[in-house]
């Protein structure tokens, strides 16, 4: 069965480093997200990804956050300078993006990243 | 503001009880998710519903468009179904809002 995969599987990094995580939605799929969660906390949306550009973003992505679809496969998340908040597990998910709001969304197993 | 809201936050079972858990949501949803989420932290799609009763397995999902609410029900409980269960609602976009979690535990 297909899935969506991530890497790395964790992260440690300085304050002040950029990371960039990676995402290999489905293949069919076009709608691209990704969520964090912190520890403890509940699954918060950042951002879709559609057609090669950001359709929706929510206040945590601010202008440290960014996002690429570098070429017909890989879905990015760059974070440039990271702060201790931003120690997370990353999930990305991907849909077919046909149904309306009614799709079960396929998660990736996350990112697990920790800033020092 | 569109709201997900999970209870109970914890819950311990003996194997073999039937459990529920309960998710209320503000109105105009277009599909109600019921996710689990393992130890490990991945998380796996169980149903998603804009109506009725799905069925798969032991896992029973309902939803009630009037009251607002939805209700994830495991029969049988085994050790192997603790987890973190949560309910998940998309409203015009396709974006998940989600809940806080249910922490089921099942003991032997």
């Known amino acids: 069965e297909p899935e969506v995969t991530q890497t790395p599987s964790h992260q440690v990094t300085q304050m002040g480093q950029e990371v960039i995580l990676r995402c290999v939605p489905i293949?069919?799929?076009?709608?691209f997200y990704w969520y964090r969660q912190i520890l403890g906390q509940k699954v918060e949306f950042l951002v879709s990804?559609?057609?090669?550009?950001?359709?929706?973003k929510s206040e945590i992505f601010d202008d440290q956050f960014s996002v690429e679809r570098p070429d017909g496969s890989n879905f990015t998340l760059k974070i440039r300078s990271t702060k201790l908040e931003d120690s997370a597990m990353y999930f990305c998910?991907?849909?077919?993006?046909?149904?309306?709001?009614?799709?079960?969304?396929?998660f990736g197993p996350g990112t697990r990243l920790l800033v020092l | 503001k569109n709201e997900v809201e999970q209870s109970p936050q914890n819950l311990t079972a003996q194997e073999g009880e039937f459990i529920t858990i309960n998710c209320s949501y503000s109105?105009?949803?277009?599909?109600l998710h019921w996710l689990q989420q393992h130890p490990g932290g991945g998380i796996v799609s169980l149903f998603m519903?804009?109506?009725g009763k799905k069925k798969h397995g032991r896992l029973i999902a309902t939803i009630n468009i009037q009251e607002k609410h939805s209700s994830l029900h495991i029969t049988a409980s085994h050790p192997r179904d603790s987890a973190v269960y949560i309910c998940?609602?998309?409203?015009?976009?396709?974006?998940?809002?989600f809940g806080t979690g249910t922490r089921l535990q099942v003991f032997p």
């Open positions: 998910a991907s849909i077919v993006g046909l149904a309306g709001g009614q799709e079960t969304q396929y």
């Open positions: 293949s069919n799929h076009l709608y």
């Open positions: 990804f559609y057609n090669n550009e950001i359709s929706e």
């Open positions: 109105v105009g949803i277009s599909a």
């Open positions: 519903l804009s109506s």
């Open positions: 998940a609602a998309t409203y015009n976009t396709d974006k998940l809002i």
